[in-house]
């Protein structure tokens, strides 16, 4: 067992075997350099220092083993002195540990707020027969008819009475226009309206597209405007107030040529031989008869119902009760 002494730190020292150098060396042959790494070298020779290994690792190597091919055991000494062990510590970088971060506070589904309900939603009560909104892709209606200008939000028509089935059916039979009155503002004033004849119009949709290719028209709208204004020009024979203070008899029929069988006809004459007197049946009305914008409306909106009704019952001629209901009145 070979005795390695301890340093002042507490290691052990290892024994460094001894630097042997050959002796058939010709120092002449060497340059001064060389000489001097000769010289250092037999100076460390001569000093013999010692390797420190850590005190876990001290050694003991048995005289029989040297220049053996055995692994070495190191053994601590028996009389040596305790020394503390200390661990080597690892090699690499330092490398500062991350704080944890706290945990993330897990969002909990909260239930959406219920909105507030709309001002007046309760106090708006259903009312029966409303129509149903139109669904995605559904066409616009209409707001009025594009041919009489009735309002369609207006109720369906009634059934019509019987005389006024009377008076259609004798209008049929005869092969004369059809003729209708009413009354408005409390019977205070009558209104007669008639149907036009197939000729009568032609002339209306001539003008219309007349005035259509001189720029006058220019839209869909002023165009069925246009007729539908013609149209009430022609079919207004009558208005009158029962007091007396007003009466207006207007010709049953715009020209004998479109109507052989009304009684009277206006005796206009058109600016050009294709052309029609319309625009002077229209003046003569605007500024003799329906003089304001009011009486216009009134007028206007008893025209469209008198056409609604021409349809509800040219709808009902195939409709059998229709004739029984005039033959049993008869």
């Known amino acids: 067992m070979v005795d390695n002494p301890v340093d002042e730190q507490g290691f052990y020292k290892a024994q460094r075997p001894p630097v042997e150098l050959n002796d058939d060396i010709d ?102 027969g409303d129509p149903a909104p139109l669904s995605a892709g559904g066409a616009t209606p209409h707001e009025n008819c594009p041919h009489c200008g009735w309002d369609l939000k207006s109720p369906t028509i009634k059934e019509p009475s019987y005389e006024e089935k009377m008076g259609f059916l004798q209008s049929v039979l005869g092969q004369r226009t059809f003729i209708n009155q009413y009354e408005i503002f409390g019977g205070a004033v009558v209104i007669r309206f008639r149907t036009l004849t197939t000729k009568e119009m032609d002339v209306v949709y001539s003008q219309v597209f007349q005035e259509r290719e001189a720029g006058v028209v220019t839209t869909v709208q002023d165009y069925w405007e246009k007729v539908n204004r013609y149209r009430l020009y022609l079919q207004l024979v009558y208005l009158a107030a029962k007091d007396g203070s007003f009466t207006y008899q207007l010709p049953r029929g715009y020209s004998e040529d479109t109507n052989p069988h009304a009684e009277s006809f206006y005796e206009y004459e058109p600016e050009t031989p294709d052309g029609t007197f319309l625009p002077k049946i229209e003046n003569h009305i605007l500024e003799n008869v329906l003089r304001t914008e009011s009486i216009q409306r009134s007028v206007n909106t008893l025209c469209a119902r008198f056409n609604r009704l021409l349809a509800k019952l040219e709808a009902l001629i195939d409709n059998s009760d229709f004739w029984k209901a005039t033959g049993e009145q008869s």
Do not use: C, H, Y
Request: proline fraction near 16%; glycine fraction near 2%; charged fraction near 25%.
């Open 27 to 128: 120092k002449s042959k060497l340059s001064p350099a060389e000489l001097e790494m000769m010289a250092q070298l037999e100076k460390n020779a001569q000093n013999d220092t010692s390797k420190v290994f850590p005190p876990s690792l001290a050694q003991a190597v048995p005289e029989a083993a040297v220049g053996a091919p055995e692994s070495v055991v190191l053994t601590p000494k028996d009389d040596a002195t305790t020394v503390p062990s200390r661990e080597a510590a690892p090699i690499g970088l330092a490398v500062e540990e991350e704080p944890e971060l706290p945990p993330m506070p897990v969002e909990q589904d909260s239930e959406a707020p219920e909105l507030p309900p709309l001002a007046g939603e309760d106090a708006m009560p259903e009312v029966e």
